[in-house]
């Protein structure tokens, strides 16, 4: 387990902790709290609560920018907001990779790189920053690291949550080819199963994602692939 004291987590997150076990649970996965470290909690509580505030304050300042906005509207902007590849991206830049504590078996297998490992990480954190401070320091953290995402909220971003139907399109109308989905692996237990779907166009593979379910992956292989897309026209 790493030294609070001496990691680069609260410089990287932009925030110091008073009572570092707050740091230490958010940073821990399940895969560690096994064995002889039975009874070491994980971050699973703290991604909980930190889901649900995340959702709140990002809620909240959509709901003060768009005033004209109804429900459905709000609802698919947060949703393009609070996601797995938003918060994975969020992780990235904090580099909890680096410093995640996961079981030696897990480590191996790179679950630290695995997106869905990330994104609940980062709400952990989320939720430990509200417990160790209050919501306006939380909200200020949150919007902060947000803003460094630039997103552009508009019209013209699109705010679908069908981004497979999306890039069909998009490959359509440029002739691209058709994406296809192909299940790479099936990982976790029967009860709680995980899939790793590879996207592919014309036979080439060009994103992997992995979700609770197989629609989920594939929605996010198409997303990561649509974010690529944007880059490169943008270069």
């Not at 560690?32 to 994980?42: K, R, T």
């Not at 004209?68 to 992780?91: F, P, Y």
């Not at 994104?119 to 209050?134: Q, T």
């Not at 552009?152 to 399109?169: A, I, M, N, V, W």
């Amino acid at each position: 387990m790493f030294d609070v004291l001496k990691s680069p987590v609260e410089k990287n997150i932009g925030y110091a902790f008073k009572n570092k076990q707050f740091l230490i649970e958010a940073m821990t996965h399940k895969s560690f709290c096994v064995d002889s470290n039975q009874g070491i909690p994980d971050f699973e509580r703290l991604e909980f609560l930190g889901d649900s505030i995340l959702n709140f304050i990002i809620a909240e300042d959509l709901f003060k920018i768009y005033p004209q906005d109804n429900e459905g509207l709000l609802s698919k902007k947060r949703a393009s907001l609070v996601n797995q590849n938003t918060l994975n991206q969020l992780a990235l830049n904090c580099h909890l990779e680096d410093e995640i504590i996961l079981g030696s078996g897990e480590r191996k297998q790179n679950s630290h790189l695995k997106p869905r490992v990330l994104a609940s990480c980062f709400e952990a954190i989320v939720g430990a920053v509200y417990l160790d401070s209050n919501y306006q320091v939380t909200q200020s953290f949150v919007m902060s690291h947000f803003k460094k995402l630039n997103f552009k909220l508009d019209q013209e971003s699109g705010f679908e949550t069908d981004y497979k139907t999306r890039l069909q399109e998009i490959t359509q109308k440029y002739k691209m080819g058709t994406p296809t989905y192909e299940i790479v692996m099936t990982m976790g237990p029967p009860h709680q199963p995980s899939f790793l779907v590879a996207l592919k166009l014309n036979n080439e593979e060009k994103t992997r994602a992995e979700g609770s379910s197989k629609k989920r992956a594939e929605q996010l292989a198409a997303e990561f692939y649509l974010t690529i897309l944007k880059n490169e026209k943008k270069s």
